[in-house]
């Protein structure tokens, strides 16, 4: 290749400016993993990020920075990480990313040499650790796909100027010239295409390898391994808790994310409008209902991966196996529909179950997606009542003067499900509305809920915003006796203390309904704005069965409201949701016995393959063998043997004529006494003459070997070359001799 066109090479300046630049790269990957975990430092990581950006746009910046500002980094960081460990006890990750941001921060504008390079890439790595353990999402898949061929870039660039880091080459000023169209047009000159090809095959290498190591390693589970990696919160996104304000559940009606991701097994029959029931609370106090203290002291805790429902029926019918994937940070209450029987998780979980309320929640609330898998009955719109229940059977309701301050501690469940607020208007006024709704007459429990939800109904549209009527008797009161819209709240609410009154027992229940089904991978999407309220009443038989007041949810809706029929979702959105779902399905909940089956299909799956070459093998033999004895007859015999004698002869009179031409040529003239230019010795000494010629006499080797040996050498290649044959020196010790001189004075 001569030196007009051969490609440019980056300088070591240059070098150092790449490396520079792709450690901010990887950091700003890094950063980006964060922006998907609940550790309350998204405008640290915005600012770094921001700084990050300027930095790599104008860097020559970065080295106007006095070398005084960087004296007292150390101390202030040290300062400043401390107070912060402090002041966030006891959680530990917050802390500890937003150290790793500052020391990132720190480590991305300053210059590097190799160690801070590395340091670098081990404080990105972290990071990105962390954001894997914690979030669990489809997005890290994407990120870490980015990350993997920035680290290695990175390493590959540090790996090259290690020798000029060694021999103590340092650019003076690596930005002083700096300029982005030059830098950009140096590297465009600079590369090389199958450089790119090689790296893309070492990436793709260790994506297989990554991917076989994924399918082979044991399960290994990092968050139960590091048990501080397991981030808590205490407040819910979507505002399921023990305790619900009226209006908290319209508080996420207008949120699209989802919350919720149900699989069902192929024995499921798929309910068109599932109640995915979380919270179930018993006592109301002014305005508020929430969970007894009686009721949620008969919780029975337990911590393991696997917990089966005291006294469930042993046989579940045709309900089968719902696997359950739920967004981190909504509520420690679980979603599910019908009776409980068993719960499954993925790892240990403390879990407490309620057999009063029939609820399941963990001990605190996930900031990731939790697994877990749930047998129940078929689902149906009552659920049998614990013994304490029987206990209703026959009393009457309890007024009582309520205040925020003081609740009903001292009403013990389930005759917390009785109360309803005391004073002379608001037992006027729900006396007034229960006479109305039942004419003086005696009904069953079903019978006054279908009558007192058409009554709410046709008093009371539905709508998010709604206004309660001032006055002094309790909020609910006030809105029941208004015909101002409501929501569900609000509907629910107001259901339970008319059924309250009128002596049917009646507790609220908060959770889910509907959600569409997804038409690509057949499975629940349950987003937050299908959150929910309802009401259980006691049917005085022991059963408590589901009552929707809430108007305007029509079972062809397509709106979106809560409460709305699921419909088979095909949009893009829902596709992209489906990349999720697999991703839950193959890559996070990948466990021991998903690896097992695998193990299995992949053995099956070559062994199957090996017999199909094999058999294809043996068919394709026999064919040739077939096609070669129905083929070759006598004649075709014959005809091949002429062939195979005539390519023979062909092959002796190209490879041997030339050669008996030029011996006999030869002959010839060594018997007329000349003698041709062609002969091999004399072809070969001239060649070597040529190269002793075009040799510098001063570097003629002056050691072991005299100058004059040169010459005599040189003489005898010009007797071999033009003298007679009497002549002739042996040709061959010359040609030794001329050899060794040519190779020691080139060395």
Known sequence: MSAAIKRAQLSYTELCQLKWMLGGL?????????LYVEVRSGLLVGITGAAILCAMAWPFWTERIPDLVWKFVTPALFVIITTDFLLSRPDIIPPLVRMIILLVLVRSVQGRRRREDLQLILLCLFMVMVAGVLTLSLTFG???????????GLLFLITLTENYERNGLSPARLWGAFRWDRFLS??????DFRLFAIAAGLFAGVMVVTSLIFVLM????????????????TRSKAGFSDRIEFGDVVDIIADESIALRVDLTRNVEKPDSPYWRMV??????NGAFQVSASARSSALSFSRSYFRVPDSPEEIGKAGVWTFYFEGGISKFLPAVGLLRSLRFQNRQSVEFNDLLQTVNTARIHSKVLFYQVESLVQEDSLPGAAEDRNLIGKSPLAVEMSRSRGTP?????YTTLVVPGGPRNIETLSGIVREITGDQPLSAREFSARATAYLQQRHRYSLSSTIPTGDSDPLVRWLDSDQPGHCELFAGAFVLLGRRAGYPTRIVTGFKGGAWNGYENYYMVRNKNAHAWCEVFDGYGFWFRVDPTPGLDPAATDGTAGALSMIDRTWRAYLDSLRILWYRRIVNFNQEQQ??????LREASVG?????????????ASARAWIASLWSGSVWLLALRLLVLMGALWVVVRWLPRWIARLVRETGRRFGVEWSSDPIRQKAGRLLVRFRTTSPSRIPTGPMPPEEWDTVYRDLLTLRFGSRAQWPDPDGVFHQARGLLKRQLS
């Open 609 to 621: 393959m090996v017999d199909t070459l094999r058999a294809g093998l043996r068919s394709l033999l």
């Open 280 to 285: 179930v609370l018993d006592e109301y106090d």
């Open 218 to 233: 044991p399960r290994f589970r990092l968050d139960q391994a590091i048990p501080f990696l397991n981030v808590s919160t």
């Open 26 to 34: 990887l950091t700003l990957v890094s950063l980006w993993t964060l």
């Open 142 to 152: 994407v990120q870490i796909f980015v990350f993997t061929p920035l680290a290695m």
């Open 596 to 601: 097992r089956e695998l193990a299995g299909q």
């Open 186 to 191: 140096r590297i465009w000159q600079a590369q």
């Open 410 to 414: 001292f009403i013990p469940y389930p």
